[in-house]
């Protein structure tokens, strides 16, 4: 039997080694081409000023709607690339938006620092709050921007593939996979990396630059748009860049000593027989014993939460399982730990557009911080409702309502509790110290309104922020006067 094997002429296999030399060297020569561009061997830290956009990420209005929207003036960000340490500072007002009802808008300023994995914010009065959960983000606003992508891009042994649109960079930085697009210019357009969200899962957050200009021999971008969870988080109009100007800062002493608070704290005060607030952090719980057993009133901020919250249940309430979890809305420090929950058994309840989101959320990946129900894969079980809802009990029956024309979600939610006369809200009024403003929040006259026209007899009131209160609290905050009777 005769074998034939094809000889490649001598003149086309240099020539086809020579354009796999050329395609090898493309990969670092995409690199340092963009490092001399971007001058970003030579830039220890970066420090931009800005004024835009900001949309607050997880607090959207309504299922399915973008994040609501800030002004942003004053923004100044220092990125220090060569200590991993992040600064940024700025003013923000909430945005009118004429069709929604919401309190007139305030100057928040916002002071945010991370250095050696540690995060925090600091307060007008001076104060420090820990802030461990956004640790992935801030990280990300380092080495996402231009200069530190490259930075990144050449410390980790970055992957380079030469496409139409130009040189597709990868790599890996610690668990988080960073993706980004060069320009035939050597300018960094876009860069997209992913963070974990309790309800999101891995959730995408992409920047893209535009408008590169020189400032003071800096190439940079006048343009970036950050984009999170597929609507826009940022967006920012640069006016000024300076390069290897950062200071040192530390870690203050109280953040030091502790700089990942636990959520696990619970104080338990008992609200009637068989009616348990949970309180301890920024979020409250309500636990109802039933007949048959436990329903719990919000399943905040994450697993964590959700598993102290549930074995103090089953320390207080030993022989009965958890049937259900009432959710007011889908803000994500309201809605972070129900997937905890959907994995003990319970059936989720909230108002329909909720569980529509809730379904569809809960599909994407969750890799980077996989929670119980995803390592369990366990179906979870919603119960979907519109206007209202009854859970019956012979002792302690339990009524959800829809509350009507709010500004602050579409798709919200209040419990009452008609034999003990208790409702239970979050973030439809949250209890202010000064009492009574000129203009009375628009949210809690709101929250009245809803009480009034379902008729509810309601003498105290359990915010998911803050303390027991009565209804008449609720009245004087709003200007009207206390019951006589």
């Known amino acids: 039997m005769n074998k034939f094997r094809h000889r490649i002429p001598p003149t086309i296999f240099l020539l086809l080694c020579s354009t796999i030399k050329t395609a090898a060297a493309a990969a670092p020569d995409a690199l340092q081409r963009a490092a001399n561009h971007l001058r970003a061997e030579q830039i220890e830290s970066l420090e931009f000023e800005a004024a835009g956009t900001y949309y607050q990420f997880s607090q959207a209005p309504g299922p399915g709607l973008p994040w ?14 060569a200590r991993g340490a992040l600064h940024s500072r700025y003013a923000r007002w909430q945005k009118v938006e004429p069709d929604r009802l919401r309190p007139a808008p305030v100057e928040q300023k916002l002071d945010q620092y991370m250095v050696d994995g540690i995060t925090w914010n600091i307060a007008a009065d001076g104060s420090a709050t820990a802030i461990p959960a956004n640790l992935a983000e801030r990280t990300a606003e380092i080495w996402t921007t231009p200069q530190g992508f490259i930075r990144a891009a050449q410390d980790h042994s970055a992957n380079v593939k030469h496409t139409a649109d130009g040189d597709q960079v990868t790599f890996t930085l610690g668990q988080y996979r ?41 190439p940079f971008p006048s343009r970036i748009e950050r984009i999170a969870g597929g609507f826009p988080w940022y967006e920012l109009t640069v006016s000024e860049v300076r390069v290897n100007t950062a200071t040192l800062f530390t870690v203050p002493a109280e953040i030091s000593k502790n700089p990942t608070p636990s959520v696990s704290q619970i104080t338990v005060a008992q609200l009637a027989p068989g009616i348990f607030y949970f309180t301890g952090v920024s979020h409250n719980s309500v636990i109802i014993e039933q007949e048959h057993g436990v329903v719990v009133v919000e399943a905040p901020l994450n697993e964590a939460r959700s598993l102290a919250v549930i074995a103090k249940i089953h320390e207080l309430i030993p022989n009965k399982p958890i049937t259900h979890v009432i959710n007011t809305h889908i803000h994500f420090d309201h809605a972070g730990g129900l997937r905890t929950y959907a994995n003990e058994g319970a059936l989720i309840v909230s108002a329909a557009p909720n569980v529509a989101y809730f379904k569809e959320a809960w599909q994407a990946p969750r890799t980077l911080n996989p929670d119980r129900l995803s390592l369990s894969k366990r179906e979870p079980n919603f119960k979907p409702y519109t206007r209202k809802l009854v859970l019956a009990d012979p002792e302690r029956a339990i009524e959800v309502h829809e509350i009507n024309g709010s500004g602050h979600s579409t798709a919200f939610s209040m419990i009452f509790l008609p034999r003990q006369k208790l409702l239970v809200q979050g973030d439809a009024w949250t209890p202010a110290p000064s009492g009574a403003g000129k203009t009375p929040n628009p949210y809690w006259v709101n929250l009245y309104d809803n009480i009034e026209r379902l008729a509810l007899d309601v003498e105290r009131i359990a915010p998911l922020h803050g303390s027991l209160q009565s209804i008449d609290d609720l009245r004087i905050a709003i200007g009207e006067k206390p019951d006589a009777n």
């Open 178 to 218: 960073y993706e980004g697009m060069i320009d035939a210019d050597g300018r960094v357009v876009r860069v997209r990396t992913w963070m974990d969200s309790p309800v999101l899962g891995d959730t995408p957050i992409e920047w893209r630059f535009a408008e590169y200009r020189s400032f003071n021999g800096v």
């Open 68 to 81: 609501p929207a800030f002004e942003v003036k004053d923004y100044i960000a220092t990125l220090d690339f």
